[in-house]
T-cell receptor, first 114, second 113 residues
Framework: DQQVKQNSPSLSVQEGRISILNCDYT??????FLWYKKYPAEGPTFLIS?????DKNEDGRFTVFLNKSAKHLSLHIVPSQPGDSAVYFC?????????????FGQGTILTVHP | DTGVSQDPRHKITKRGQNVTFRCDPI?????LYWYRQTLGQGPEFLTY????????KSRLLSDRFSAERPKGSFSTLEIQRTEQGDSAMYLC???????????FGDGTRLSIL
């Protein structure tokens, strides 16, 4: 059972525009969420996180929104840059922190065109 | 480089052989995780250590898999009698305080001939 789903395998945007990556989850025990970025031949790199007590967290060009009632989160990147082209994974934890296991989605390939 | 280090980066072996991977976490991190990633999927949790104690194991970790972290520093993941389905990227991550994210290494890619 896929408890964390990223239904869009890929997304293509123009440089300077907004990229919106979506993630849905089914497990109501999840209370801490993270986004990771992965380049080829490298491990995932942490981008941003959000606790279930918040509905928004912002860090520079990256903003994560959490809608608990819909069990949905999204990552907004604005403005998008060609260097943002990578695979993006959302991940969830049920410990309120990054302790314990993370459950990942399948990933979305983001391509930002110059 | 003070990041998570994994060795080897790539392992090619014949079906039925045993393999062992090593992970060196960020030095001040007491938590260490193993994940497996197959093509087109996100990382899947395998097991997790707090210092030398193995706290959780996934059902994905069959009897052929074993992980150790004997002194609470580096960890090894061993797969015995490898099968074709074991071909994957094996990722290690480490973590410090709970409000800090897990940091991943670049992984060991296992290819079974």
């Amino acid at each position: 059972d896929q408890q964390v789903k990223q239904n869009s395998p890929s997304l293509s945007v123009q440089e300077g525009r907004i990229s919106i990556l979506n993630c849905d989850y089914t497990n109501s025990m999840f209370d801490y969420f993270l986004w990771y970025k992965k380049y080829p031949a490298e491990g995932p790199t942490f981008l941003i996180s959000i606790s279930s007590i918040k509905d928004k967290n912002e860090d520079g060009r990256f903003t994560v929104f959490l809608n608990k009632s819909a069990k949905h989160l999204s990552l907004h990147i604005v403005p998008s840059q060609p260097g943002d082209s990578a695979v993006y994974f959302c991940a969830a934890s049920d410990s309120g922190t990054s302790y314990g296991k993370l459950t990942f989605g399948q990933g979305t390939i983001l391509t930002v065109h110059p | 480089d003070t990041g998570v280090s994994q060795d080897p980066r790539h392992k090619i072996t014949k079906r039925g052989q045993n393999v062992t991977f090593r992970c060196d976490p960020i030095s001040e991190h007491n938590r260490l995780y193993w994940y497996r990633q197959t093509l087109g999927q996100g990382p899947e949790f395998l097991t997790y250590f707090q210092n030398e104690a193995q706290l959780e194991k996934s059902r994905l970790l069959s009897d052929r898999f074993s992980a150790e972290r004997p002194k609470g520093s580096f960890s090894t993941l061993e797969i015995q009698r490898t099968e074709q389905g074991d071909s994957a990227m094996y990722l290690c991550a480490s973590g410090g305080r709970g409000d800090q994210p897990q940091h991943f290494g670049d992984g060991t890619r296992l290819s079974i001939l």
